[in-house]
């Protein structure tokens, strides 16, 4: 079955870059889409953005320029960096695997907490 | 970007209720429609997509409908586990948008 674990820093201090890794179990991420997608505390959903491992990606604008998605098929790893963090920032970080077909989020990884504060 | 509205913001219900969150686009997002369920410190669950889809796995007292621009998910005979805050999702167009969740609690 399908599992996606995100981890990272946990910490980030204002102005530097996030950097948060999403591990694949189970399916390759070689030929589907995933999403990230964060939501702070006691706040809703934003899409950060898209990524084909060996194709394209897309971005929310609203991020867009400090954005960077990447996969690395020989450790069937999923990347993303925001550079420049704020504390607006601080979230939880999921990662999720997109239907091709609906453009729906399924499955979900657990999520990560990063802070961002000095 | 579309704007997904829901409506309410929260709800009180006891089990055995039926409750329906309705979720409006402000442009035609056609059928490209999900609903997730959160629980506190969990990742969300997909509940529908493309609007009227039941994902495996989800009881049938979980419902939705609609296209276009408005869309209801019902949730009827409610259960103690399903009080939760559920949040719509378009995906017609990018960026991608969440409406901003919708909290159902116990009366």
């Known amino acids: 079955q399908l599992q996606l674990q995100e981890s990272g820093p946990g910490l980030v201090r204002p102005s530097e870059t996030l950097s948060l890794t999403c591990s694949v179990s189970h399916v390759s991420v070689s030929g589907y889409y995933w999403s990230w997608i964060r939501q702070p505390a006691g706040k809703g959903l934003e899409w950060i953005g898209r990524?084909?491992?060996?194709?394209?990606?897309k971005h929310n604008p609203a991020l867009e320029s400090r954005v960077t998605m990447s996969g690395d098929t020989s450790k069937n790893e999923l990347s993303l960096t925001l550079t420049s963090v704020t504390a607006a920032d601080t979230a939880v970080y999921y990662c999720a695997k997109v239907d091709d077909d609906s453009a729906e989020f399924d499955p979900w990884g657990r999520g990560t907490l990063v802070i961002v504060s000095a | 970007d579309t704007q997904m509205t829901q409506s309410p913001s929260s709800v009180s219900a006891s089990v055995g209720d039926t409750v329906t969150i309705t979720c409006r686009a402000s442009q035609d997002v056609s059928r490209w429609l999900a609903w997730y369920q959160q629980k506190p410190g969990k990742a969300p669950k997909l509940l529908i997509f493309?609007?009227?889809s039941l994902q495996s796995g989800v009881p049938s007292r979980f419902s939705g409908s609609g296209s276009g621009t408005e869309f209801t998910l019902t949730i009827s005979d409610l259960q103690p586990e399903d009080f939760a805050t559920y949040y719509c999702?378009?995906?017609?167009?990018?960026?991608?948008?969440f409406g901003q969740g919708t909290r159902l609690d116990i009366k």
């Open positions: 990524i084909y491992v060996s194709g394209h990606t």
């Open positions: 999702q378009q995906g017609n167009d990018f960026p991608i948008t």
């Open positions: 493309a609007a009227s």
